[in-house]
C-alpha cells in the first residue's frame, strides 16, 4: 500500500495552464452567448473639428471597453497607433515594412488566413521585426450572421495559421470585418482572449479600382486625428500606404510618438492553474491553487460536470468521485485586466479506506475469539474470513484450541474501493 502511494504521488501529473489566446470548447459553454444581444451595430464615428475624440456608434447602454473593445487608446497622450489591414497584397506591403524599418514605428497588421497562407514570409517578417500580428477572420464575414461556433472557427483557424508560419502566437488583438458587431460577439472575442480593436479614422480606400489618392487620404486624417488615435489603413491600398510617410513625419513634426496596441487598456493579466490529473476520495471539497501576475486579486472558480454529453456548472467545489472540470477567474488589479484560465479536468477517484484488523489470543471455552476492526472509510458491511494454520479457509470461526489466522474484509461504496486488511494470527489455548 505504502509503495503504491509513493509511486502515484511521484507519478502525479500537474497541469499547468496559462491564459491562451484561442480558448477550447471547454472555455466558451461557461458563457450562454443566447443571453446577449445578436443585433447587428455598424462601426461609425461622429467628428469634432477641434481635433477631440470622436463619438462612436455604440449599443446604447453599452459600453465596449467592458468587453475589451477599443477605437482610440490613450486620449491623454499625444500618441498615434499604425494599424493596417492585410485581406491580401497588393505589392505594398514590402514598401510599408521598409519605411516602418527605417523610422523604428511598430505597427499592427490584421490578417486574415488567405493574406497568411499566400505571403508566409511577409508575415514572418512582421513577427521579425517587432509588429503586432492581429486576427482578421477566414472569410472575412460580418460576424453577427453566423453562429457562435462558426464565429470562433473563424478565429482560430487564422490563430493556427500563424502560429504555423511563424512559431509564435498570434497577437490578441481582433478587427471585426465591415465593422460589424454585437455585444455577442464582443463577449465571445473576450472570452477568447482577443481585445477588439475598431477605428477612430478610415479612408474609403479598399477598393483598389476606386482609389481616392495619397493627398486625400493624407488631407482627411490631418483634418480628423485625435490624441489617441487608431487611423484604419489598408494594405492594397495605393492611396493608404503612400500617405504613411507623409503622416508619420507631419504627426512628428506636431510632437506626437507612434505607439502600439500593447498600450490599449490594462495589460491582460496571467493565471495559472495547479491540479493534479488525479485526486483521492477524502471527503474534503477540492479546490486547485493559481499562480497568477494579479497579485492581491481576488480568484473565483467555476466547476463544471459533463451530463448527457452537456457542460454543466455545478454550485460549489466537488468531492465526490468522478470527473469534473475548472476554470479560475482573477480579478482585475490597477496594473493588470481579468485574467481567465483554461479549462482544466481532473478526476476524483473512489478512496482506497483501510482496515485494521486485531484478534485477540484466548483460552478455550467453546467460544469463537471476538475480532475488532478500526475502519477508515464509509464501508456498507465489514466481514471477517478465518483460516488454519496452513492457509486454509475455514467456514467458520473457530472455536477449538489451535493457532489460526483472520481476515477483515468490507464492501466497497460509491465512495471507497473495496478494502482488505492484513492477515493477523492468534492461538486458541487448550
Same mark, same amino acid.
Given at each position: 500500500m505504502k509503495k503504491k502511494s509513493i509511486m502515484k504521488r511521484l507519478a502525479a501529473v500537474v497541469l499547468t495552464v496559462t491564459m491562451a489566446l484561442s480558448w477550447t470548447v471547454g472555455d466558451v459553454f461557461a458563457t450562454d452567448y443566447s443571453s446577449y444581444s445578436n443585433d447587428r451595430v455598424g462601426w461609425g464615428l461622429v467628428y469634432t473639428t477641434d481635433h477631440s475624440t470622436p463619438g462612436g456608434s455604440f449599443p446604447k447602454g453599452v459600453d465596449i471597453t467592458e468587453y475589451d473593445a477599443y477605437y482610440v487608446g490613450d486620449t491623454s497622450d499625444k500618441v498615434i497607433y499604425l494599424t493596417f489591414d492585410c485581406g491580401y497584397?497588393?505589392?505594398?506591403?514590402?514598401?510599408?515594412?521598409?519605411?516602418?524599418k527605417k523610422k523604428g514605428i511598430k505597427a499592427a497588421f490584421f490578417v486574415t488566413k488567405d493574406f497568411v497562407d499566400k505571403q508566409p514570409d511577409l508575415v514572418r517578417r512582421m513577427r521579425d521585426e517587432g509588429h503586432i500580428i492581429g486576427n482578421h477572420?477566414?472569410? %472575412? +464575414?460580418?460576424?453577427?450572421? !453566423?453562429?457562435?461556433?462558426?464565429?470562433? #472557427?473563424?478565429?482560430?483557424?487564422?490563430? =493556427?495559421?500563424?502560429?504555423?508560419?511563424?512559431?509564435t502566437k498570434i497577437d490578441p488583438y481582433f478587427r471585426p470585418p465591415e465593422g460589424a458587431y454585437s455585444v455577442r460577439t464582443l463577449k465571445l472575442y473576450q472570452d477568447m482572449g482577443y481585445k477588439t480593436v475598431f477605428w477612430s479614422f478610415a479612408a474609403r480606400d479598399w477598393d483598389v479600382n476606386n482609389q481616392p489618392g495619397a493627398d486625400t487620404v493624407y488631407n482627411s486624417f490631418m483634418q480628423r486625428y485625435c490624441n489617441g488615435s487608431i487611423p484604419l489603413l489598408h494594405i492594397i491600398s495605393s492611396s493608404s500606404t503612400g500617405a504613411v510617410?507623409?503622416?508619420?513625419?507631419?504627426? /512628428?513634426?506636431?510632437?506626437?510618438?507612434?505607439?502600439? !496596441?500593447? /498600450?490599449?487598456?490594462?495589460?491582460?493579466?496571467?493565471?495559472?492553474? #495547479?491540479?493534479?490529473?488525479?485526486? /483521492?476520495?477524502?471527503?474534503?471539497?477540492?479546490?486547485?491553487?493559481?499562480?497568477?501576475? #494579479?497579485?492581491?486579486?481576488?480568484?473565483?472558480?467555476?466547476?463544471?460536470?459533463?451530463?448527457?454529453? +452537456?457542460?454543466?456548472?455545478?454550485?460549489? =467545489?466537488?468531492?465526490l468521485p468522478g470527473l469534473y472540470y475548472v476554470t479560475a477567474i482573477v480579478d482585475a488589479t490597477d496594473s493588470y485586466g481579468l485574467a481567465k484560465s483554461e479549462?482544466?479536468?481532473? %478526476?476524483?477517484?473512489?478512496?482506497?479506506?483501510?482496515?485494521?484488523?486485531?484478534?485477540?489470543?484466548?483460552?478455550?471455552?467453546?467460544?469463537?475469539?471476538?475480532?475488532?476492526?478500526?475502519?477508515?472509510?464509509?464501508?456498507e458491511k465489514v466481514y471477517c474470513r478465518y483460516y488454519d494454520a496452513d492457509g486454509n479457509r475455514l467456514s467458520a470461526a473457530p472455536t477449538e484450541p489451535g493457532v489460526y489466522y483472520a481476515q477483515a474484509y468490507a464492501y466497497k461504496t460509491k465512495l471507497y474501493k473495496k478494502c482488505v486488511s492484513e492477515k493477523v494470527s492468534f492461538e486458541i489455548f487448550a
Open positions: 497584397d497588393n505589392g505594398y506591403t514590402t514598401g510599408v515594412l521598409d519605411y516602418l477572420t477566414v472569410r %472575412h +464575414k460580418d460576424m453577427t450572421t !453566423l453562429s457562435v461556433s462558426d464565429a470562433k #472557427n473563424e478565429l482560430i483557424q487564422v490563430a =493556427a495559421a500563424v502560429k504555423e508560419v511563424t512559431g510617410k507623409p503622416i508619420v513625419e507631419a504627426m /512628428e513634426e506636431k510632437g506626437y510618438r507612434f505607439g502600439t !496596441l500593447n /498600450e490599449l487598456g490594462k495589460p491582460d493579466g496571467e493565471v495559472t492553474v #495547479n491540479i493534479d490529473t488525479t485526486i /483521492e476520495y477524502t471527503g474534503h471539497a477540492v479546490k486547485p491553487t493559481v499562480t497568477t501576475t #494579479n497579485e492581491g486579486a481576488n480568484v473565483t472558480y467555476s466547476y463544471y460536470e459533463k451530463i448527457d454529453g +452537456k457542460y454543466t456548472k455545478i454550485s460549489a =467545489a466537488p468531492k479549462v482544466v479536468h481532473f %478526476h476524483i477517484t473512489r478512496g482506497t479506506g483501510s482496515l485494521v484488523l486485531t484478534v485477540p489470543d484466548k483460552k478455550y471455552d467453546g467460544e469463537k475469539p471476538v475480532p475488532s476492526v478500526k475502519k477508515k472509510g464509509d464501508y
